[in-house]
């Protein structure tokens, strides 16, 4: 970790002190979600206080978290059709048949984006 970045790290630190300082039992994806927020706003305000507001740095971090959110967007939408497809009232057989086309479909929306 050390070779990280600093944005990276910034946000790694803040993330986890913020799990180590709050948590509501048994809410699992807001605690999470609360800790990602602190440690991708954190971070942003450290470099901030550090290289400026308009600094490559800052603009390189704020570019890394949209790209992720981004991400985490796509991969919502592909677990959301694949519990679609798979909920479908259709037999095995054709499941196995459309499960190529359904798969190949997600990772031609991943490469376009993602992998240019």
């Not at 800790?35 to 603009?59: H, P, Q, W």
């Not at 390189?60 to 985490?72: G, H, K, P, R, V």
């Not at 190949?104 to 929306?109: A, E, G, I, Q």
Request: net charge negative; glycine share 4%.
């Amino acid at each position: 970790m050390l070779q990280w970045d600093e944005d990276a790290l910034a946000n790694l630190i803040l993330h986890e002190m913020t799990h180590a300082t709050v948590y509501f039992k048994g809410q699992t994806d807001f605690n999470e979600q609360l800790a990602t927020f602190v440690g991708n706003r954190g971070a942003i305000d450290f470099l901030i206080e550090k290289y400026g507001k308009e600094s490559k740095e800052v603009m390189e971090a704020i570019y890394n978290q949209e790209d992720d959110l981004l991400f985490s967007r796509w991969i919502d939408q592909a677990c959301q059709q694949l519990s679609n497809f798979y909920a479908r009232n259709i037999s095995k057989d054709e499941k196995l048949r459309e499960e190529k086309n359904c798969s190949n479909s997600l990772k031609v929306t991943l490469a376009k984006r993602w992998f240019p």
